[in-house]
């Protein structure tokens, strides 16, 4: 653990200084008194964020949530703004270096001519002229690393303002030709990702709520990570999530945030009992979990099998569910609908063994809370980790919807991947 820790402060410190660099010599031509106060503002900054983050790590602010959430948003705005200019920094040191070994290979293998005094000095001219020139290029590419760091600071500020709660109620309907007639037209509102230990504006989340609800929905399944770590995460925010009904009810599953397994430093015993803790707070809200269990919907006399498996991820992620147990006994269902957190399950374990899955629903991935959208266009750097990662998918007679998620962890904000309200309407009849 604390070698871990000191490995993230020198990797910060080595940022930071990297960083500064860039801001040294742009600042080059300002007078001793405005670079002082520049370079103590950002030194400041620096220390602010390093010592907040030494303080958490021994336990200090863990149980202050608002000043913990300002850190985290904070630190994660300044450093990944900081990378960018960096990147710069260090394109300039590859440059400066080739040139340098560049030269100094040439001297070893080429002979110089014997010059004239008259033409030493007009070389030591061109010579100047390069150095200028020199002079030029590393200002040009430090200013543009300021620029590059101020670009994505800006965004996610603003991702932070704005796009953390920019709610997008995102519809689909679903083609399943085996459908029975009386569940044609159900509607379904999918809800993933809610992470309410990152949360700190409540009128805005209870805006969401009452975004959904306009929906009128059927039923509505929620696809895990109520919290970050912790169950007392989602207490002040029950109120709010109760609120959620359908004439079917709520149906929710577990993500890998709910089970406890990124607090440090407990006993095997106490994550079971802040898991139970958990389940309790589903069952405060009214949601029906299911924990490798199934529910049958019915209306005149057909069923819709609601299908709820517990984590199950590929990649490192935990593999608590088993979903031959909550496959079982659903059989007398034509339409059956899996709720699995993780998208990574559908490749590889559902499409392969559980042919008869018509839809599954996951979230996880959160469009990484960074991407570009536009039409049919979606791209984020998590795509390279995820083969399904957002929206609707499909393999011969199956579907995946992988919800974007309603809230945020780490980075408490969004840019280009808005926060997610799905609405899947199920029918039989081809568009």
């Not at 990702?193 to 009452?210: C, L, T």
């Not at 089970?259 to 009992?273: A, L, N, T, V």
Request: aromatic residues 14%.
């Amino acid at each position: 653990m604390i070698p871990r820790f000191l490995t993230i402060i020198f990797s910060l410190l080595l940022i930071d200084y990297l960083a500064f660099r860039a801001l040294k010599i742009v600042m080059q031509g300002s007078t001793p008194f405005r670079r002082k106060i520049w370079f103590s503002v950002y030194w400041g900054i620096s220390a602010f964020c390093l010592v907040s983050l030494a303080l958490y790590f021994v336990g200090i602010f863990r149980e202050m949530s608002t000043f913990r959430l300002f850190v985290q948003g904070f630190v994660s705005v300044i450093y990944f703004s900081k990378i960018f200019v960096m990147i710069f920094v260090l394109l300039e040191d590859i440059i400066f270096y080739s040139r340098k070994a560049f030269a100094f290979i040439k001297q070893l293998f080429i002979k110089k001519p014997i010059l004239a005094p008259q033409e030493t000095a007009n070389q030591e001219l061109v010579l100047s002229e390069t150095e200028a020139n020199k002079i030029t290029r590393s200002q040009f590419l430090h200013k543009t690393a300021l620029l590059a760091g101020a670009l994505p600071f800006t965004a996610m500020s603003w991702g932070i303002i704005s796009g953390a709660h920019d709610y997008q109620v995102r519809k689909k309907r679903i083609y399943l030709p085996n459908l029975p007639k009386e569940f044609e037209g159900f509607s379904i509102a999918q809800l993933s990702d809610i992470h309410s230990g990152s949360f700190y504006n409540k009128v805005a989340v209870q805006g969401g709520v009452e975004m959904l609800l306009a929906e009128r929905p059927n039923a509505i399944l929620f696809t895990g990570d109520l919290v970050n770590n912790h169950p007392d995460e989602v207490k002040d925010y029950i109120s709010v999530f109760s609120k959620l009904k359908s004439d079917f009810g709520v149906f929710s599953v577990m993500g890998n945030h709910d089970y406890s397994d990124y607090i440090m430093g407990i006993s095997q015993q106490e994550r079971i009992r802040l898991r139970k803790k958990l389940h309790e707070a589903h069952k405060a809200m009214n949601w029906d979990l299911l924990l490798d269990e199934n529910r049958f919907i019915e209306q005149k006399g057909e069923k819709l099998a609601i299908i709820g498996v517990q984590n199950w991820g590929t990649g490192g992620f935990p593999k608590y569910g088993n979903l031959q147990k909550a496959y079982q006994n659903t059989q007398e269902a034509s339409t059956k609908i899996l709720l699995s957190h993780d998208p990574s399950h559908w490749d590889a374990q559902i499409r392969p063994e559980f042919k008869d899955i018509n839809l599954t629903l996951a979230g996880h991935t959160h469009g990484m809370q960074f991407g570009i959208e536009y039409g049919d266009f979606r791209w984020s750097p998590v795509q390279y980790r995820y083969k399904q990662w957002a929206d609707l998918y499909k393999e011969q007679n199956q579907y995946l919807y992988v919800n974007r998620g309603f809230g945020y962890i780490g980075y408490l904000g969004r840019v280009g991947i808005l926060p997610e309200i799905t609405i899947l309407t199920l029918t039989s009849k081809q568009a």
